[in-house]
């Protein structure tokens, strides 16, 4: 018996024998270990080419404004005209920052949120969490866009009107897996050299993190690091394609 053959005679009595009846309650623990690992593994082996405050032994959201403003020096992006896409807007707090630092009349600004809560649970947030008010956020940057609803109703229609040469940024705060990895692969035919994608949660294994791994590698995504804040929890890193690609 070769060893593909012991694989699939596995694979098969595995099923027959409904051995998930023992595995399945601990899915979710060994997922989330798995992709730890790689997290770990990842962080070791990733050159940072910027900012980088590892290791922190407290946690700081506002350490999210340190990140953004190194690279929007390093990239000098306070001047250039730029299209920014925030996918989770909540609050706004984010939006507002890069609105307030381009002046660029030429950027353009595109919100999207189901503005209504997480459209499943996350880790201790229900479905339903983190709603806001989409007339509270009180935007009125006429370079300010915002699409509500989810991002799988959302973001093809925009796309499919969307042509522009700006430099791209975004600002995947979208927390969870299926929402993050949807986004991605509808970004990807528009990514472009040098296009920066900051994260918000990154270092959660099970789902920005994983979505990223799985896209980048599913997709052949070139990329380098710029920047990380909060232990890679907040993480900043540009695209490289050359002109071939691009």
Known sequence: M??????????????????????????????????????SRWRKNT???????????TWDYNRRINLYEAVIAQEQLAGAAIDYFEFGVCGGHSFKWWLAHNGNSASTFHGFDTFEGLPEAYGSFEKGSMAFNIEQLNIHDTRARFYKGLFQDTLVPFLAGYNSSNRKVIHMDADIFSATIFSLSQLYRFLNDGDIIL???FAVPKHEFMAW??????????????GAANNYLFLALKIKKNKQEA
């Not at 799985?214 to 997709?219: A, D, N, Q, T």
Request: hydrophobic share 40%; aromatic share 18%.
């Open 213 to 226: 791994k799985i896209f980048s590698e599913s997709f052949y995504v070139e990329y380098e690091v710029i």
């Open 2 to 39: 070769t060893k593909l053959d012991i694989i699939r005679k596995t694979k098969s009595l595995f099923m027959r024998w409904r051995l998930d009846v023992i595995t399945e309650p601990f899915s979710g623990l060994l997922l989330n270990t798995l992709y730890m690992s790689k997290l």
């Open 47 to 57: 050159p940072v080419k910027g900012y980088n405050d590892w290791y922190q032994g």
């Open 199 to 201: 994260f918000d949660e």
